[in-house]
């Protein structure tokens, strides 16, 4: 036999074992979702490959997941027929803790800890592989990928530091094509090789894999056998209650003669233990709400339940099919909002997984936030990035992706219940509003999501639409101040004579509000107007004689003021916009306001 070669672990992973140990220790189960969707990966990797290389496929054309377990032993395997590993792989992919599920589960439980959140919460990410250890003493992985023509077993052990590889020489053991993990149980976790055990948690937690998952299932039937006379046994079959009359009792008699007893045939097989229609292939009006949801939190690995989704087809000149989510939370790496790779958006053509990778192409960077799945038939089964990136078909999809998203979310700010977009609003606002920089084509579906405080309306943000709704009369022009908080805006002294006139003003107290509102320009024709800027006009009559008195009164005092000041001010000038405070420093019309002025700052800085 080839000796086997021992490994130590990269430093990282023996930590991140004990730390999935130790936190998850009240949620084991969680170690056979992991392992299936592993699976569920290495089929579609390879089933994408095979689109341009046949050859892959030849060994094993069927793709399939198969679980069979040993109850007395405590031994779990998981089969899957897809793409298997070389040696480099097995070391590469086994041992270092560069893989994504892991890196995630690092995130997730730093965050936990500052949030306070309990571990249970950590059992809802995706930890890996190594998540096998919470309840097995060993793992045996034996794989064998198109690449190599060696099948070749890792083999690890809790509580090690390291792990040994070796070629696989059993001829019993070969397979075509694949991986097959063999868990070897802990004393107390054995009950999971039950076979129902495994049945229950593949239904609970991979419902949604796109693969076969057969496992193996005892199985009984009933069937009538002949026995022998024996009186002892006719006592016991027969039921004296149930003797009615004398005809009856003869036709027991007659049935003693050819006495037979039903007895329970058992055998095994592999039973299909998931649905692999696909739920956006499915009628819309036969799904509930919660398979969609539960198809969200299995496909992306969320916890919670998502605010919105959509299901829809669109036809026409591209076809394709399409589920679509917000999340009720901001991903933990909140900060990555202008990154783009957020492998929300999963793409399959004719049902096959192409890519979660994507980088604009389907959606602008501003929806990063949108998690879905599309399923086209228009688009070649080998497309490319290339290919994606000037095709045709993809733009229009893209269009028709991000219209089918404003409406979901316009859905939700219609919601009788103001908390619900109250959410949405706290956690994906700042990516609308990013959206009126960026999108300047969608402008007209931004504009009614938008939220804002206002001067009459404090506590709770208001829409465009009713800001328009208030609006006096003869107010032609949206009135807003940009400042850094809520109180600062209140006591600006530019407010005096809109609040005078009761006119509302928005409250722009984030950073990004006034780039938003000034890339927007106007709303339903009114055009958004800064009252801190020098031509505010509130559509008073002037006053020609009185004005000119006004003139002759204080020119000279401005003259003395812009003396004294110099070149720190522009110009000095007689205002009607003041009630009380007796004098203001404005913005030119074309220059920064002074919040602009303390944002460039605040970056020069
Ligand atoms: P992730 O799935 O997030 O990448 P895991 O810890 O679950 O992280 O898996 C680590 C890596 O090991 C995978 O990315 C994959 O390359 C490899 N791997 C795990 N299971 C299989 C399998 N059944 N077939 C092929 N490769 C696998
Ligand atoms: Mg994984």
């Known amino acids: 036999d080839p000796p086997s070669e021992k490994y130590e672990y990269q430093a990282e992973v023996s930590r991140l074992m004990d730390l999935i140990v130790n936190s998850l220790y009240s949620n084991k189960e969680v170690f056979l979702r992991e392992l299936i969707s592993n699976a569920s990966d290495a089929l579609d990797k390879l089933r994408f490959l095979s689109v341009t290389n046949s050859e892959l496929i030849k060994d094993e054309v069927d793709l399939y997941i198969r679980i069979q377990s040993d109850k007395d ?25 560069a893989q994504s599920g892991t890196a995630k589960f690092l995130t997730a439980l730093k965050e936990s800890k500052d949030a306070g959140a309990d571990s249970n919460l950590i059992g809802q990410f995706g ?10 003493d060993r793992v045996v992985v034996s794989t064998k990928s198109p690449k190599s023509d060696k099948q070749y077993v890792w083999e690890g052990e809790a509580n090690s530091s390291s792990f040994t590889i070796r070629e696989e020489t059993d001829p019993e053991k070969l397979i075509p094509r694949g991986t097959r993990l063999t868990l070897y149980l802990k004393r107390d976790d054995k009950a999971f090789a039950h076979p129902e055990r495994i049945q229950k948690l593949v239904k609970n937690y991979s419902q949604f894999v796109s693969f076969p998952i057969y496992t193996w299932q005892e199985k009984g039937y009933t069937k009538e056998v002949e026995v022998d006379e024996d009186p002892a046994e006719v006592e016991v079959d027969e039921d004296p209650a149930e003797v009615k009359n004398d005809e009856q009792q003869d036709l027991n008699s007659e049935e003693k003669k050819k006495k037979t007893k039903t007895v329970v045939e058992k055998y095994w097989e592999w039973e299909l233990t998931n649905d692999t229609q696909p739920i956006w292939l499915r009628n819309s009006k036969e799904v509930t709400t919660e398979e969609y949801n539960d198809f969200y939190k299995s496909t992306f690995d969320q916890y919670l339940e998502p605010l919105a989704s959509s299901h829809f087809t669109t036809e026409g000149e591209v076809e394709f099919k399409s589920i679509l989510y917000v999340p009720s939370m901001a991903p933990f790496d909140k900060d990555d909002i202008s990154n783009p790779k957020t492998k929300n958006i999963r793409l399959y053509v004719k049902r096959v997984f192409i890519s979660d990778d994507f980088d604009g192409e389907l959606f602008p960077r501003y929806l990063s936030f949108v998690k879905g799945v599309v399923d086209s038939n228009d688009l070649p089964l080998n497309v490319s990035r290339e290919i994606l990136q000037e095709s045709r078909i993809v733009r229009i999809m893209k269009k028709r992706l991000v219209r089918k ?9 219609d919601s009788e219940n103001r908390e619900v977009y109250e959410k949405f609003w706290d956690n994906f606002g700042k990516h609308i509003k990013l959206g009126c920089i960026e999108d300047r084509e969608n402008h007209k579906y931004l504009g009614p999501l938008l939220r804002f405080f206002s001067s009459q309306s404090e506590e709770e943000m208001i829409s465009l639409d009713e800001y328009i709704e208030n609006m006096k009369p003869e107010q032609k022009n949206i009135y807003y101040i940009a400042a850094e908080s809520k109180s600062s805006a209140k006591n600006t002294p530019f407010l005096e004579r809109l609040l005078e006139k009761d006119l509302e003003v928005l409250f722009l107290v984030d950073p990004i509000d006034e780039v938003a509102v000034t890339n927007l320009k106007s709303y339903n024709e009114k055009s958004f107007v800064d009252i801190s800027k020098e031509d505010l006009d509130l559509g008073e009559l002037k006053d020609e004689i009185e004005e000119k008195k006004i003139k002759a009164e204080f020119g000279q005092t401005c003259d003395w003021i812009k003396k004294r000041l110099g070149d720190k001010v522009s110009k000095v ?22 919040n602009m002025e303390r944002l460039m700052k605040a970056q020069a800085g």
Do not use: H
């Not at 998203?405 to 700010?413: D, V, Y």
């Open 73 to 97: 032993n405590g031994i779990i395997s998981i089969t899957d027929s897809g793409i298997g590993m070389t040696r480099e792989e097995l070391v590469d992919c086994l041992g270092t803790i």
């Open 573 to 594: 000038q007689i205002s009607n916009r003041l009630s009380t405070s007796p004098c203001v420093l404005v913005s030119a019309k074309f220059g920064w306001s002074a």
């Open 127 to 136: 930890v890996g592989f190594y998540s096998s250890f919470l309840v097995s």
């Open 405 to 413: 998203t404003f409406e979901m979310i316009r859905r939700l700010s």
